[in-house]
């Protein structure tokens, strides 16, 4: 079963734009993760963000974590068209690599 | 090529027919994973290897699913009279030992072994 729901389940945005995605998880987590996927291709890690930490930055990308809403957040500023791909958050507990994954977000973004 | 390798990256099989899936991890990467993922979902956890010991098989894993890492190095999952509800995209993923220099966490996948079960 997927721990993760994101929303919006698709996105379709201009470039120089920007893309906002959302996560909502149900059990406790060490860390949360967010990974890329383009179409038919394995999944590539962006960005990890630990239970006690709020916010991180990586290049364009911004996370966010609330966790006493179980919830998180991945805003990707100034989109170009090669981020268009699937999104998915992933949770892991106590298990090392033991991720529990959402069913994604699916964003295009067109020149 | 230092990265996740797997293959073969498509397989088409008929019901009934074994199929075996290789995975080579990044060297040095001592945890190895595989992940199911089917159309239009995220990957679910299937089992996961600390050098050669299988330590964790998800309840998705049914008898006909086996998975081995003999020495450690490089891991096969075999899935022994397919069905076509065991078409899907597998994936596999590796990790290091956690060291201060690791997020510790972050997995590393191959681009997946994609089976159609006619």
């Known amino acids: 079963s997927q721990q993760g729901e994101e929303d919006p389940q698709a996105l379709s945005i201009q470039e120089g734009e920007n893309a906002t995605m959302n996560c909502s998880y149900k059990t406790s987590i060490n860390n949360l993760q967010w990974y890329r996927q383009n179409s038919g291709r394995g999944l590539v890690h962006l960005i990890l963000?630990?239970?006690?930490?709020r916010e991180k930055h990586s290049g364009r990308l911004r996370v966010t974590l609330d966790t006493s809403k179980k919830s998180s957040s991945l805003l990707i500023t100034a989109s170009r068209a090669a981020d268009t791909a699937s999104y998915f958050c992933?949770?892991?507990?106590?298990?090392?690599?033991?991720?529990?994954f959402g069913a994604g977000t699916q964003v295009v973004v067109t020149p | 090529d230092t990265g996740v390798s797997q293959d073969p990256r498509h397989k088409i099989t008929k019901r009934g027919q074994n199929v075996t899936f290789r995975c080579d991890p990044i060297?040095?990467?001592?945890?190895l994973y595989w992940y199911r993922q089917t159309l239009g979902q995220g990957p679910e956890f299937l089992t996961y290897?600390?050098?050669?010991?299988?330590?964790?098989k998800s309840r998705l894993l049914s008898d006909r699913f086996s998975a081995e890492r003999p020495k450690g190095s490089f891991s096969t999952l075999e899935i022994q009279r397919t069905e076509q509800g065991d078409s899907a995209m597998y994936l596999c993923a590796s990790s290091p030992p956690p060291t201060s220099a690791y997020r510790a966490g972050e997995l590393f996948f191959g681009e997946g072994s994609r089976l159609t079960v006619l």
């Open positions: 963000i630990r239970s006690n930490e």
């Open positions: 992933a949770t892991e507990g106590d298990s090392w690599g033991k991720l529990q």
């Open positions: 060297s040095e990467h001592n945890r």
């Open positions: 290897f600390q050098n050669e010991a299988q330590l964790e």
